[in-house]
């Protein structure tokens, strides 16, 4: 029982970093995207009235990428964005770890149903 | 307004927004929609995505901390996220085929109750109660270090709880938003959990369940980059901030003040939705 909690506190402690490593790269690659994206329309006119939705390349995470390396800002903030998204899901993918290192069966179980739903998510919904 | 002009308003009004949100600990998050939409013009379908991204922000920033404090447990966390993000993606679609006027209207009614449940004052804590079997069986009870040592709890209802946590899923996907208030309300009021561990361990959750809903409304194409940047950065910012001046220094003014404009923008929220104006 004591090395469980032990075992529990050191999970959290690298959990902690993990989400703090994945919010700071996210917010410096944002920023990044930014720089780029404000140099080259910061003078353009600024309008959210009316909802036309993204272009296809900024929904999906191939055209997102395709976007960035071609060093467009908006593609840059979508890949941040991406990064952001991608941290609670690298938090539940390290819990399952963490549960298997445990031994903890039905917590594997349970953390496998969550990353399910949040892949379908990403993924599946694209196809919808 | 040029997109420099815009960016750096939004900025600032999404640092307020994180600042005043971090340190009455409401969350920045319930006020973005109203501000984008309200003072900003913007289109509520790019203001939920942008929310919903700063939320993701906020949350992971500040379970970083909180979860290395020993108050958060992730046992309860990880099973009550299956009912969060399946609520997450059914109120991400359901979204969709919803109108703007009608989101409009349940975000204003979201917001008088969430400025109501900040009022009202919390029941005393059942303490000492037996352990629940099925909460047994699920491995929930936990303890956490209080004032006098280790302090044990049992976990109650948890069907009850589960089945609220959905719905705060469901809501947190239809409205971008985090529905820490009513998370809270499932574990502190139906489930007994004490009440800093349900604050943090909703706080490690909200992450989790925003990310299920923010991989639909990517593939929709209501998550703007041009938007989403200043709100995201400035309410990173802003919580950041006052984590850091976090002095006990008259929060009990700042959490009426606070309560209050929340309630104004609930009622024009609802007064724009109903017209349907918004």
């Known amino acids: 029982m004591i090395e469980r909690a032990w075992t529990d506190q050191k ?21 990044c995207g930014a720089v780029v994206y404000l140099t080259h329309h910061g003078h353009s006119t600024a309008d959210y009235r009316v909802f036309q939705g993204e272009p296809s390349d900024l929904r999906s995470v191939p055209g997102i990428v395709r976007d960035a390396l071609k060093i467009e800002g908006r593609g840059i903030i979508q890949l941040g964005l991406l990064f952001l998204i991608a941290t609670p899901v690298a938090r539940v993918i390290f819990s399952i770890w963490g549960f298997a290192a445990e031994h903890d069966r039905m917590y594997v179980v349970f953390t496998v149903i969550v990353l399910a739903i949040l892949l379908f998510s990403l993924i599946g919904s694209t196809q919808m | 307004m040029n997109i420099l002009e815009f960016t750096a308003l939004v900025f600032a009004g999404s640092l307020v927004a994180g600042l005043v949100g971090s340190l009455t600990g409401l969350g920045g998050g319930v006020v973005l929609v109203p501000l984008l939409t309200l003072f900003f013009k913007v289109d509520i379908r790019y203001a939920i995505g942008a929310s919903l991204v700063s939320v993701i922000a906020t949350s992971s920033g500040a379970a970083a901390a909180y979860v290395k404090e020993g108050f958060s447990n992730i046992r309860i966390g990880m099973f009550l996220e299956i009912a969060t993000t399946l609520g997450a993606l059914v109120g991400a679609i359901i979204a969709v085929w919803v109108s703007t006027s009608a989101i409009a209207t349940i975000f204003g009614l979201v917001l008088l109750v969430s400025a109501f449940l900040s009022r009202k004052p919390r029941s005393p804590a059942e303490r000492n109660t037996p352990p629940d079997p099925l909460a047994t069986r699920l491995r929930l009870n936990g303890s956490f270090p209080d004032l006098e040592g280790v302090r044990n709890y049992n976990v109650q209802r948890v069907p009850a709880g589960f089945g609220i946590m959905f719905g705060a899923g469901a809501l947190s996907g239809l409205l971008g938003i985090g529905s820490g208030a009513m998370k809270v309300l499932a574990m502190d009021q139906a489930m007994k959990i004490p009440f800093k561990v349900s604050t943090t361990t909703s706080n490690f959750m909200i992450g989790v369940t925003a990310a299920a809903s923010a991989g639909v409304y990517l593939s929709r194409g209501y998550i703007d980059p041009g938007l989403s940047m200043p709100v995201m950065l400035g309410v990173l910012a802003g919580s950041l901030v006052g984590t850091c001046i976090l002095v006990k220094a008259e929060t009990k003014l700042l959490r009426l003040v606070f309560s209050a404009v929340i309630v104004l923008l609930g009622i024009e929220m609802l007064y724009k939705g109903l017209a349907g104006r918004l």
Request: aromatic share 10%; glycine share 14%; no cysteine.
């Open chain 1, 11 to 31: 999970i959290e402690n690298i959990l902690g970093n993990l989400l703090r490593a994945g919010v700071g790269l996210s917010a410096f690659v944002v920023f």
